[in-house]
């Protein structure tokens, strides 16, 4: 796919597990609202990989016609009505569809934002909101600011706020908090699964902070491989040729963890895991072939799905 996509990108590596835990603990009638990483949380919760690539690429194949690009992928089918890509945009229009499900007496709303939301208006007016209306939301932010080297001792802010303790803040506001490490798949399966039937039942409004350590790659403002793609040889017996990155893949990258703790457990073995590498690579490979072959849109598609052509009446 190398040089197919002009314009700037933003990556989900290092948070996948937050997407999978959150999602798989939804149900069909529940709505999730999502930011500019928005394609781990799109393909959680079950969107096509060739739709969401051929949008990416602008292509006629792609979820809204090639119209939306990376930044506003979505899926309508999936509960997935629009994402946003203004820092803290989607939370007002989540809590509304939160209000939606109260009204109609089904479903939850799940809004993934990053930390850096927490610095917006629109935070504040949706934390009030949701904790006076009393809605079925469940806040999700990824707080994936500081690197290991520049947190203080015991501490996980946020670079763009003064707060020690990111959940403190909706806690002021009525609206119960509480932290997991991204980096634990089991510990986010065990929350997302007691947090979403409660929030079902009527406990109101929850807030979640994620703690997760973004991979190396990501730190450029275009987000660059620092050592090839992932592999899971990484998980077992080889280590890649990066100091920063080996540290990463120990440390903080949730699907080399979980890779291992599968194994520890005696879940599944090397080759079981190896089996559904190889299957989803080439599902990718797929995705991304079907992606290239779709065509763009034609010039009279971009008078398709508008309110207004631009023709004046007679
Ligand atoms: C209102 C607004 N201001 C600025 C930007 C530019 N911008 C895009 S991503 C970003 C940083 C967001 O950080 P965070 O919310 O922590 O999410 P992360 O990218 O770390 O996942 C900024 C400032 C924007 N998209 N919207
Ligand atoms: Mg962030």
């Not at 997991?180 to 510990?187: N, P, Q």
């Not at 080439?282 to 779709?294: K, P």
Request: aromatic letters at 8%.
């Amino acid at each position: 796919m190398a040089k197919q996509f002009s314009g700037h990108y933003h990556v989900y590596i290092g948070q996948e597990a937050t997407a999978v835990a959150a999602c798989a603990a939804l149900g069909q009638d529940d709505f999730i609202f999502t930011t500019w990483r928005n394609h781990g949380h799109l393909l959680a919760r079950g969107a096509a990989p060739e739709r969401m690539l051929a949008e990416i690429l602008g292509k006629s194949g792609g979820y809204a016609g090639g119209k939306s690009g990376t930044l506003h992928l979505s899926a309508r089918e999936l509960g997935i009505p629009s994402t946003s890509a203004l820092v803290g945009g989607a939370l007002p229009l989540a809590t509304g569809a939160a209000l939606a499900c109260k009204h109609r007496g089904s479903g939850v709303t799940l809004c993934f934002f990053g930390d850096a939301a927490l610095e917006e208006g629109a935070f504040y007016e949706a934390m009030i909101i949701a904790a006076v209306w009393h809605v079925p939301i469940i806040f999700v932010c990824e707080n994936n600011s500081i690197p290991p080297e520049q947190r203080k001792r015991g501490q996980f802010t946020s670079s763009t706020l003064p707060a020690a303790r990111l959940a403190d803040v909706p806690q002021s506001l009525q609206v119960s908090a509480e932290t997991v490490d991204g980096s634990d798949m089991t510990a986010l399966a065990d929350c997302f699964d007691r947090i979403v039937p409660e929030v079902r039942n009527g406990a109101g409004p929850r807030f979640l902070e994620v703690r997760c350590t973004r991979w190396p790659g990501s730190f450029p403002l275009w987000p660059e491989l620092p050592s090839g793609a992932w592999q899971i040889a990484w998980a077992f017996d080889q280590k890649p040729d990066r100091a920063d990155l080996a540290a990463w893949i120990n440390q903080s990258d949730p699907l080399t963890l979980y890779t291992r703790k599968l194994v520890e457990a005696g879940t599944l073995d090397r080759a079981q895991l190896e089996t559904i590498d190889k299957r989803v690579c080439e599902d990718i490979t797929g995705a991304a072939r079907f992606a290239l072959d779709s065509p763009y849109p034609t010039p009279a598609d971009a008078y398709r799905h508008v309110f207004a052509t631009g023709e004046r009446g007679q």
